[in-house]
């Protein structure tokens, strides 16, 4: 029969592994209407959100500040929301 130790670690040793909160550099993007539609309409564009890339999207959008990493993540909120049958067009 194998026996396993188990080694509790004190909270000073546990506050040393986590990992500290880094603020994005990037400022936050707020998608409003017109934002959305053109996001909608490029997506339709490039031949649907499964043929679709973040960067032919970012490309065709032509939106000054905005960066690839707000079309992903606009992307995944898509995502969800269909997923979940939540009407939210695209």
Known sequence: ???CRVQMDNS?????????YRKSSLPRLRW??????N??????????????????I???MAVTGLKI????????VINIYSLFSISYSL
């Open 1 to 3: 029969m194998y026996y």
């Open 39 to 56: 996001f909608v309409d490029s997506v339709h564009c490039l031949g649907g959100k499964h043929q679709a890339t973040p960067k032919k």
């Open 69 to 76: 990493s707000h079309i992903k993540s606009h992307l995944q």
């Open 12 to 20: 000073a040793e546990k506050s040393k592994r986590i990992r500290q």
């Open 58 to 60: 970012m490309q065709m």
């Open 32 to 37: 409003t209407p017109q934002l959305h539609r």
